[in-house]
């Protein structure tokens, strides 16, 4: 991989990281409330966002200076990763979220007055592992909808 390719992918994961941490700090201290006054309406989602977009970019980072570190730039396609995989990590959040608090996903949520925590933390999870978690539903949607099985039940 070029030189200027790492230092782009170093620099791009290195502002997703503390700059998703600016954007909820902005955000829990009211900063864009009076500018963006819809946004208040799908804050919890965007603290999922971007709590999924810190722990996608701090995995990355962590295997990026571990690859580095080792000399382990083999495949310059590796870049597509240390790019994408944030960034899909972020969506990911937030649908596990929703699908916890649907009562698809088994876990309950503690209620807390102050904000949400808990939702906020399984989003930081679900970006840091977030391939881990899609192998999972990928094997859940597999066995919820996999018609082989049902025919085979039927028969």
């Not at 382990?72 to 596990?96: K, N, Q, S």
Request: charged share 15%; glycine share 8%.
């Amino acid at each position: 991989m070029k030189r200027w390719v790492k230092i782009l992918i170093l620099a791009y994961l290195s502002l997703l990281f503390f700059g998703s941490f600016l954007a909820v700090g902005a955000m829990w201290i009211g900063v864009f409330e009076e500018t963006y006054p819809k946004l208040s309406e799908i804050e919890r989602f965007l603290y999922y966002f971007f709590a999924g977009s810190i722990g996608g970019s701090l995995r990355h980072l962590y295997m990026f200076c571990s690859h580095y570190m080792n000399d382990e730039f083999i495949d310059p396609r590796h870049w597509i990763m240390y790019i994408f995989f944030p960034l899909f990590a972020t969506g990911t959040a937030v649908i596990a979220v929703n699908l916890i608090q649907s009562g698809i996903l088994m876990i309950d949520f503690a209620d807390n007055i102050d904000g949400p925590y808990a939702q906020v933390s399984v989003a930081f999870f679900v970006g840091f592992g977030f391939n881990r978690f899609l192998n999972k539903l990928n094997e859940i949607s597999t066995g919820m909808f996999d018609m082989k099985k049902q025919e085979k039940k039927q028969d």
